[in-house]
Nanobody, 116 residues
Framework: QVQLVESGGGLVQPGGSLRLTCTAS????????MGWYRQGPGKERELVAR???????DYTDAVKGRFTISRDSGLQTVYLQMNSLKTEDTAVYYC??????????WGRGTQVTVSS
């Protein structure tokens, strides 16, 4: 069972920045994909950003140019740098890892609130 622990959420002003951290209990190189999803109030969960095998990245259009996903394999950690935050970014952000059998592991989430 892979454990994922997120941190770094908080309250920030519009235009501000936050960096989220996800630390895994296993080597992140073992995953088919790893990254971040979010679920805003009254919304469904959506992909924000992820790594796939080979180091490619995917971003939802809503965050392109503002968010950057990065990783430190030695620390078994993935980061999400969030800049130019908007109120629309308010959500619980969940770390996700998918194994080669397409089984997903999820963190419990970290709250990001962008206040106006």
């Amino acid at each position: 069972q892979v454990q994922l622990v997120e941190s770094g959420g908080g309250l920030v002003q519009p235009g501000g920045s936050l960096r989220l951290t996800c630390t895994a209990s296993a080597s992140i190189a073992s995953f088919v994909a790893m990254g971040w999803y979010r679920q805003g109030p009254g919304k469904e969960r959506e992909l924000v950003a992820r790594f796939t095998r080979g180091g490619s990245t995917d971003y939802t259009d809503a965050v392109k140019g503002r968010f950057t996903i990065s990783r430190d394999s030695g620390l078994q950690t993935v980061y999400l740098q969030m800049n130019s935050l908007k109120t629309e970014d308010t959500a619980v952000y969940y770390c996700n890892a998918r194994d080669p059998y397409n089984v997903d592991s999820w963190g419990r989430g970290t709250q990001v609130t962008v206040s106006s």
